[in-house]
Structures are given as structure tokens and as C-alpha cells.
């Protein structure tokens, strides 16, 4: 399973941005997406993770101001991210695998090269 992000750049503080991932290969062998970033000289972290059921996960940092959301019956994973802040510069990795019913997230097998998000004035 290959995970390609896109949609990173630069924006103001307050502003709005956009990232998608989709998920190619043997994409049976998955069943959630995630979002996790790393900024410079932080240990990275999950953002945000999706079953392809209904269940969601958002690090406490982001909610209320980012979404993750999957394009029905793809495997297309998007992360809106409103009202940026300077420190959610970072780079934005997509990650894939399998989420075990009733257990918590805990990362999946597969990574994107991640993408480039500053948030600057």
C-alpha cells in the first residue's frame, strides 16, 4: 500500500488549507487513514485517524479546527485543517493500516513522503 499526500503550502495564520492522501496497492489489506505531522525537533504525532467505518480520532490540538474525512467508497483520505496557527507548521504524513475493532489507534504499516505545511505571516 502506497499513501500519496498533496495539497500542502504556505498560509497565514487563520487561513484554511486542504490535504489529500489516496491510498494505492493491495488496499484489502486496510481498513483506516491518518494524518500525522513532525514538526522541527518534535517527535511526530497523529493529527487525526479515520476508520472506513465511522469511528474518528483528533489530537486535542486540532479540534474543532481540523476534519478528516474519506471520499465514499475511495480510498481517499482529506484532512481540512481551519483556523491555522503557527504551530501547525509541520510536515504532514499520511499513513494507512488496519484499525482493530473496539482498540485505539495505533498507526498503521504504511507511510507517505509527507507534505509541507507553514503557517507564517
Known amino acids: 500500500v502506497q499513501p500519496v499526500e498533496s495539497g500542502g503550502g504556505l498560509v497565514q495564520p487563520g487561513e484554511s488549507l486542504r490535504l489529500s492522501c489516496v491510498a494505492s496497492?493491495?488496499?484489502?489489506?486496510?481498513?483506516?487513514m491518518a494524518w500525522y505531522r513532525q514538526a522541527p525537533g518534535k517527535e511526530r504525532e497523529l493529527v487525526a485517524a479515520?476508520?472506513?467505518?465511522?469511528?474518528?480520532k483528533y489530537a486535542d490540538s486540532v479540534k474543532g479546527r481540523f476534519t478528516i474525512s474519506r471520499e465514499n467508497a475511495a480510498n481517499t483520505v482529506y484532512l481540512q485543517m481551519n483556523n491555522l496557527k503557527p504551530e501547525d507548521t509541520a510536515v504532514y504524513y499520511c499513513?494507512?493500516?488496519?484499525?482493530?475493532?473496539?482498540?485505539?489507534?495505533?498507526?498503521?504499516?504504511?507511510w507517505g513522503q509527507g507534505t509541507q505545511v507553514t503557517v507564517s505571516s
Open positions: 499513513n494507512a493500516g488496519y484499525w482493530r475493532y473496539g482498540s485505539d489507534w495505533t498507526g498503521g504499516d504504511y
Open positions: 479515520l476508520s472506513f467505518g465511522v469511528t474518528k
Open positions: 496497492g493491495d488496499i484489502r489489506s486496510i481498513n483506516a
